[in-house]
């Protein structure tokens, strides 16, 4: 990561601080698939780590995880399914990395029926214990204009960011996601906007990489 998209990252990080103390868990979410918030919310997670905060990070997109590809994730491990249908208790789907101060929750093998895995009681019972346990629990979800997955899961966070990708999702189709997070009764802490292209002179007379922007609007 090069030193403009750390500087991106350490400012999203800065702003999600001061959103406040009563902030601990947030989902990520975007518009449409392949807009990066899988990215962006990893690195969020990474980057609080690095402030000696206890993180956890959930892969919640039951349908389709990119975290366990992008990372390689090739043997079995017990995940965010096996927990939420019973199988298995928390301390089995946690996963320590090798970042300091950051753990992880895989998605577990695809279930047929991930909208009401994510809305039973296992979903809240596990959001209240992490929550004992961890100073920020920082949730990618499946993209909100996909499928409703995203809304059931901000329900129980504290507040949601949108990731929007840089020139490729219209104003109509970023009101209708809002919308679909207000419904939830989800705090909306802003937006992300991604992919900017930073060789467009004088955009927003700032630099910023290429592919990540970091920022809560």
Known sequence: MDYRTSEAYRTLRTN????????????????TPGEG???????????????????????????????SKRYQVTQEVKGLSHYLSGQEELGAVVCATNISNLHVILPGPVPPNPSELLGNEHFRQLMEK??????????????????IDAAVIAKECD??????????????????????????????????LNKVDVRAKGYYGKYYYSKYYGGVL
């Open 37 to 67: 918030k899988s990215e962006v919310s990893f690195r969020l997670a990474e980057s609080l780590a690095e402030t000696d905060r206890k993180i956890l990070y959930i892969d919640a997109d039951l349908r389709r995880s990119v975290f």
């Open 130 to 147: 992490t929550h004992a346990l961890y100073d920020y629990i920082i949730i990618d979800t499946p993209p909100l204009g996909s499928v």
């Open 159 to 192: 507040g949601a960011m949108i990731v929007i990708e840089n020139d490729a999702i219209s104003y109509k189709m970023a009101q209708k996601v809002e919308r679909q997070l207000e419904r939830s009764g989800c705090r909306i802490l802003g937006a992300v």
């Open 16 to 31: 999600v601080l001061f959103c406040g103390e009563e902030i601990n868990a947030i989902a990520v979410t975007s518009c």
